[in-house]
């Protein structure tokens, strides 16, 4: 049984660029939530998509946006990149549009030049 | 708005040691869930635990064990005789009833042979 993947695995970028990260939950999960985890704290919450919707927003700007597909997946999309946007990016499978317990895939390390 | 204190930033312990890691959380939600995951370097997120705020059951798992005290808002969990394969950051999370997670900081743990 497939866990969470996520691609890719690492990213180089230069401010002002956009960023698409990928997700894919684990198998039968059907919401998604995405997580920004500067070095050395806790991750944070940006949002989860259920029933390829928007339902909960954490406190980011537009600049971050996202989207998810009819087979779950999801993608991430920074525009604008800053350098206070290097961080690692993880993605959340859940059941139960997010009410279950959260998996977390192995992340994208995103560093911004 | 939610909040996860781990005043507990690094934690160092010679093997075969027990450890108590602490995590206070505040909520003004009734309904309300509380996670810990473990972290180790290569950076995925591993889940632990889930409670729910109406369940102060105590709970064991082989040398894992964790204490929910709804009157002093914690939720602590110690390791019984610790291993070097245990050292990784921990994190203490809470959800809402969208489950959308709130994390603490971190504690990291250090086990030394």
């Known amino acids: 049984d497939a866990g969470v993947t996520q691609s890719p695995t690492h990213l180089i970028k230069t401010r002002g660029q956009q960023v698409t990260l990928r997700c894919s939950p684990k198998?039968?999960?059907?919401?998604v939530s995405w997580y920004q985890q500067a070095l050395g704290q806790g991750p944070q919450f940006i949002f989860q998509?259920?029933?390829?919707?928007?339902?909960q927003r954490g406190n980011f700007p537009d600049r971050f946006s996202g989207h998810q597909f009819p087979n779950y997946s999801s993608e991430l999309n920074v525009n604008a990149l800053l350098l206070g946007d290097s961080a690692l990016y993880l993605c959340?499978?859940?059941?139960?549009?997010?009410?279950?317990?959260?998996?977390f895939g192995p992340g994208t390390r995103l560093t911004v030049l | 708005a939610q909040k996860v204190t781990q005043a507990q930033t690094e934690i160092s312990v010679v093997e075969k040691e027990d450890v108590t890691l602490d995590c206070v959380y505040e909520t003004r939600d009734t309904t309300y869930y509380l996670f810990w995951y473990k972290q180790p370097p290569s950076g995925e997120l591993v889940f632990l635990i889930r409670r729910n705020s109406f369940d102060e059951q105590n709970e064991i798992s082989g040398r894992y064990s964790w204490n929910f005290q709804k009157s002093t808002s914690s939720f602590n969990f110690t390791i019984t005789a610790s291993q070097v394969v245990d050292s990784a950051v921990y994190f203490c999370a809470q959800g809402d009833a969208g489950n959308m997670l709130t994390f603490g900081g971190g504690t990291r743990l250090m086990v030394k042979p």
């Open positions: 998509y259920y029933e390829e919707e928007e339902r």
């Open positions: 198998s039968g999960h059907d919401t």
């Open positions: 959340a499978s859940s059941l139960q549009g997010g009410r279950d317990t959260q998996y």
